[in-house]
């Protein structure tokens, strides 16, 4: 994008590599590329205030990238790191369900180990660090830095102090730029400077558009006794009705904690679908809410996940930056897994870098050679199968699992955005939700356990393009969704005696967790999600 002009010089670091995010992906990426050439410069910038507080995942991990990475991981592993024991995959209906006599073999986890991936990357930090990366937590890259001729020469950190009418507050910081011969992005899901890059270099012109799923997680700490270490359940099923796709997982951790989430495919068509209230749901089922009664959250959040897959990859290559992990939309969606497929990515792209005089040109076709592809093409056709339904999604999800992805033809991956169903357009299913009593009592009593923080006198960092729709087609057309797919309460329609139509749009961009769904799901793609200033947003434990 086009830097304003400048009233004064910015100070300006300078690096061979400058890497965008400190997730499984860009430390996988920074601690590579130091093994292979100690003398090439590297630092990580990360929104976040601290190392893994705005990481959220289920999550599963295969370890075969890790241990290439890191050989002797496994004597000294990351603060959470449970090996997986037994596996269950139950599909529910509202009182009941069916345990599947075998679990997909996308879900067996023999030789896999639950992890909290906040708390991995935390772990990774300082063995990055070792090697002589520089990483630096709460730098919110805030722009992209162009040449002349338009490659990517490095990033703008946002500045800080800032009010939100626009001026500088007492302890205003310019933010610095970062300028380096190759930037690599590893911002995950949605990422927003990759989402300027893509439109900018046309990235996805050759590509299905990319597709997302919400996951909402909450950490639990049990009653004594209750846990089952290693034990790891899947759903599917209600609350979901057969044309949402919707699942959960409970992954028992030890000392009686469980990582229990629920994700839903961002290509609902129902403008009623509240993926939060399903998962709350879905937490009073009978198979579930045993597990949890008498017990206490201690972390929750929700964060998009790139579903996409084989046919939604863009090209991951442009002049002066490359994409990796989940930037990419590398996620496996059948296995629920994409850590190990991020890993796998940064491993590449150093290795590509590093061999290649820092060049990103070929990365692309290096990528779409690996073995990463290879594993994207063989369930490329799973997830969009679930479009059909339920039941068609699970006969041709066994189809595709039996011949390796073989069939002569792929799915094609439409829009989240462009999903809905109009109000009264088709009759909507009765969710039939049961009545809660497990806690949390509402949204922004999850909003607590992500423990986000945000200086209330900062531009807001949710930009809705023209408020008008909002209050008027949004509210006929789909009654506001917004309102209901944001997990965090940040959209409010509110009463309003001095607005032209008597409501208004109110956006609590205090509340936000970073999910990054509404400028995914907006069916009039009117929002946009920057970044807010540095180190602000959630903070999570372990999730």
């Known amino acids: 994008m086009n830097q304003p002009a400048e009233t004064e010089a910015r100070d300006v670091m300078e690096y061979d590599v400058v890497t965008v995010g400190a ?37 599963v991990i295969e370890p075969g990238p890790l241990d290439a990475l890191l050989p002797g991981w496994r004597d000294s592993p990351p603060p959470v790191c449970v090996p997986a ?93 970062i300028r380096a011969k190759v930037t690599v992005l590893a911002e995950g899901a949605r990422g927003h ?21 919400i996951g909402i997680k909450e950490l639990w700490q049990l009653p004594a006794g209750r ?30 904690q469980v990582a229990i989430g629920y994700v839903s495919g961002l290509d609902y068509a129902d403008p009623n679908y509240a993926p939060y209230e399903a998962f709350q749901q879905w937490k009073h089922h009978p198979t579930v809410k045993p597990l949890l009664e008498g017990g206490n959250i201690l972390s929750a959040g929700a964060r998009a996940i790139v579903t996409g897959g084989w046919q939604s990859l863009p090209k991951v290559e442009m002049p002066g930056a490359l994409l990796i992990g ?51 093409h063989k369930v490329r056709n799973i997830k969009p199968g679930f479009k059909r339904g339920l039941w068609f999604g699970l006969v041709n ?6 011949t390796a992805g073989l069939s002569p033809w792929t799915l094609k991956v439409s829009a989240d955005w462009c999903s809905l169903d109009e109000l009264g357009e088709r ?46 087609r949004c509210a006929e057309e789909y009654g506001n969704p917004c309102t209901r797919f944001c997990p965090a309460a940040v959209y409010e329609i509110v009463e309003d005696a001095a607005a032209e139509h008597g409501k208004r749009l109110q956006i609590n961009a205090a509340n936000c967790v970073h999910c990054k769904t509404c400028d995914i799901k907006d069916p009039y793609e009117i929002i946009t999600w920057v970044t807010p200033e540095g180190g602000a947003g959630p903070n999570y434990q372990n999730l």
Not at 33 to 57: D, F, M, R, W, Y
Not at 130 to 138: K, S, T
């Open 427 to 472: 009759e909507q299913p009765e969710r039939d939700y049961v009545q809660r009593d497990l806690p949390p009592r509402d949204r922004l009593a999850g909003v607590y356990f992500a423990a986000t923080e945000h200086d209330e006198d900062q531009p807001v960092h949710l930009i809705v393009h023209d408020t008008e729709v909002c209050v008027t």
């Open 23 to 59: 997730g499984p992906a860009g430390l996988a990426f920074a601690i590579r590329l130091k093994q292979l050439n100690p003398e090439i410069s590297v630092c990580v910038i990360e929104k976040s205030s601290t190392i893994g507080a705005h990481i959220l995942s289920g999550a």
């Open 227 to 256: 846990g089952t270490p290693g034990k790891i359940v899947h759903t599917l099923g209600w609350p979901a009705d057969s044309r949402t796709y919707g699942g959960s997982f409970i992954y028992h951790l030890e000392n009686d």
């Open 193 to 213: 400077l990759t989402k300027r890059l893509v439109k900018r270099f046309s990235l996805d012109a050759g590509s299905d558009p990319q597709a997302y799923s």
């Open 326 to 376: 989940d930037t990419a939309g590398l996620l496996n969606v059948p296995k629920i897994k994409g850590t190990h497929q991020a890993i796998r990515s940064g491993m590449l792209a150093a290795e590509h870098l590093a061999g290649g005089g820092l060049e990103p040109a070929g990365f692309d076709a290096r990528l779409r050679a690996s073995h990463a592809m290879k594993e994207l």
């Open 85 to 177: 024991a037994e596996d269950e995959f139950w599909l529910l209906s509202k009182d009941g369900g069916r345990k599947a006599p075998i679990v997909p073999p996308g879900m067996r986890n023999h030789g896999n180990f639950i992890v909290s991936l906040g708390a991995m990357c935390a772990w990774l930090a300082p063995q990055a660090e070792a090697l002589g990366v520089e990483i630096f937590p709460g730098f919110a890259a805030a722009e992209t830095l162009h040449d002349d001729d338009g490659a990517v020469t490095g990033v703008r950190i946002g500045d800080m102090g800032i009010a939100k009418d626009g001026s500088q507050k007492p302890g205003y910081a310019q933010g610095i730029d």
């Open 397 to 402: 999800g066994a189809w595709e699992t039996a």
